[in-house]
C-alpha cells in the first residue's frame, strides 16, 4: 500500500469537504440574510399598520364624540320640533273658530 498516495487521497478529501462546506456555509449566510431582511421589512410594515390602527382608533374615538353630540342635537331637535307643532295646531285651531261666530 502507498501510504503517500493514500495520505494525499485523505488531505484532497478532506479539502473537498473544506470546500463544500464554505460554499454551504456561504449559502447558508446568504439566506440569513435574506430572512434578516424579510424580518426587517416585515417588522416595518407591522409597526406602519400598527400606527394606522392607533390613528383610527383615535379618529374612533372623535366620531364617536361627534355622534353623541349630534344624536343630542337631534334629541333637541325633536323636542322643539313637537312645541313647534303643538303652537301650529294652537294657531289653525284658533283660526277654525272665527271671531265673528261662524
Known amino acids: 500500500m502507498d501510504v ?10 478532506q479539502a473537498s469537504q473544506q470546500a463544500r462546506h464554505e460554499t454551504e456555509m ?9 430572512v434578516v431582511q ?3 421589512e ?12 392607533v390613528r383610527v382608533e383615535e379618529g374612533q374615538g ?18 322643539a320640533q313637537q312645541v ?3 303652537k301650529l295646531q294652537t294657531f289653525i285651531d284658533t283660526l277654525g273658530r ?5
Open 26 to 34: 456561504a449559502a447558508i449566510r446568504q439566506t440569513m440574510a435574506e
Open 62 to 79: 372623535h366620531l364617536t364624540s361627534a355622534h353623541q353630540a349630534t344624536e343630542q342635537a337631534l334629541k333637541e331637535l325633536a323636542a
Open 42 to 53: 416585515t417588522t416595518k410594515v407591522q409597526l406602519d399598520q400598527a400606527r394606522v390602527l
Open 4 to 13: 503517500e498516495r493514500t495520505m494525499q487521497f485523505i488531505l484532497d478529501q
Open 98 to 102: 272665527g271671531t265673528n261666530g261662524h
Open 84 to 86: 313647534t307643532e303643538r
Open 38 to 40: 424579510t424580518l426587517s
